[in-house]
């Protein structure tokens, strides 16, 4: 989805594996780039980083922190309609 739209919320939940196609997480959550919204909502955003993370029944619960891993976008190879893809190390 090189240079595609997609609604942000969309992404949230994907899954995210390496480049050998090793599970790594899924996105928990996404950062943007430019200012915070205030007011009226912008229709297009630019993402910087997506945050991963592996969240088993204890995150999911509350009883553990889920362990986070920010991704800068640059490392991200493709963004498929299930998951994603990082790009090789």
Not at 39 to 44: D, I, P, Q, S
Not at 56 to 85: D, K, S
Request: hydrophobic content about 45%.
């Amino acid at each position: 989805m090189a240079g595609g739209e997609m609604r942000l919320l969309e992404m949230v939940g994907m899954t995210v594996v390496s480049a050998s196609g090793e599970h790594v997480g899924q996105v928990i959550d996404l950062r943007c780039a430019g200012e915070p919204e205030r007011g009226e909502a912008r229709t297009h955003r630019v993402v910087a980083e997506v945050i991963v993370g592996r969240a088993g029944w204890l995150e999911r619960m509350g009883f553990q922190a889920v362990q986070e891993r920010i991704v800068p976008w640059a490392e991200i190879a493709e963004v498929g309609t299930e998951r994603i893809t990082l790009a090789g190390e």
